[in-house]
């Protein structure tokens, strides 16, 4: 089965640093894009950025360049986003998605990451 | 980059059929035919729907249906049953990057 999984929830105070991870298994983890996808109230999807496992090609949404750090170890199927100093506003759900090419659609969802932020 | 905009509620009764649209501009929606539709139940992750304006997964009921015209993308939901009650999103394709649209409610009268 085709399936991304990602690590669990997280509880972190303003200024912590955090890192998640998205696991891929049932396919060539190296040969799709894995995006990002915050979810908020207020704001719905908002696309974070993507990366391709197979050689670290990464892109970043304008509106994350510079907040976050999209990473991959195509060695263990994983990928990863991470902050150096989280903000309260940082608090939302997070989706790691497979998508073949990056015109195409988010075909595989990862169950989410909820991150709290509070002091 | 603006997020596409949708309606925020949309409402039909079982066996009806409802249209919800997305609206960008000539950068994004209008621009390229990679206008994508997913689905998303309370506390579960978005489900593709609808890939390249009009084209539907393996799996999804074709009473789901897709569409474009000019910078203003389409869901069509045919023969409504309970269980398409969920809240949609559009999405587009937009020079590298990827744009998302507010999202609509659906419910199920």
């Known amino acids: 089965e085709v399936q991304l999984v990602q690590s669990g929830a997280e509880v972190k105070k303003p200024g912590e640093s955090l890192k998640i991870s998205c696991k891929g298994s049932?396919?060539?983890?190296?040969?799709?894009?894995i995006g990002w996808v915050r979810q908020t109230p207020g704001k719905g999807l908002e696309w974070m950025g993507i990366?391709?496992?197979?050689?670290?090609?990464?892109r970043y949404s304008p509106s994350f360049q510079g907040q976050v750090t999209i990473s991959a170890d195509k060695s263990i199927s994983t990928a990863y986003l991470q902050w150096s100093s989280l903000k309260a506003s940082d608090t939302a759900i997070y989706y790691c998605?497979?998508?073949?090419?990056?015109?195409?659609?988010?075909?595989?969802w990862g169950q989410g990451t909820m991150v709290t932020v509070s002091s | 980059q603006s997020a596409l905009t949708q309606p925020a509620s949309v409402s039909g009764s079982p066996g009806q059929s409802i249209t919800i649209s997305c609206t960008g501009t000539?950068?994004?929606?209008?621009?390229?035919?990679?206008v994508s539709w997913y689905q998303q139940h309370p506390g579960k992750a978005p489900k593709l729907m609808i890939y390249?304006?009009?084209n539907r997964p393996s799996g999804v009921s074709n009473r789901f249906s897709g569409s474009k015209s000019g910078n203003t993308a389409s869901l069509t939901i045919s023969g409504l049953q309970a269980e398409d009650e969920a809240d949609y999103y559009c999405?587009?394709?937009?020079?590298?990057?990827?744009?998302f649209g507010g999202g609509t409610k659906l419910t199920v009268l």
């Open positions: 000539s950068s994004d929606v209008g621009g390229y035919n990679f």
């Open positions: 390249d304006v009009s």
């Open positions: 049932g396919y060539s983890f190296s040969s799709y894009w």
């Open positions: 998605a497979r998508r073949t090419g990056g015109s195409n659609p988010f075909d595989i």
């Open positions: 999405s587009s394709y937009a020079s590298s990057s990827t744009l």
């Open positions: 990366i391709y496992p197979g050689d670290s090609d990464t």
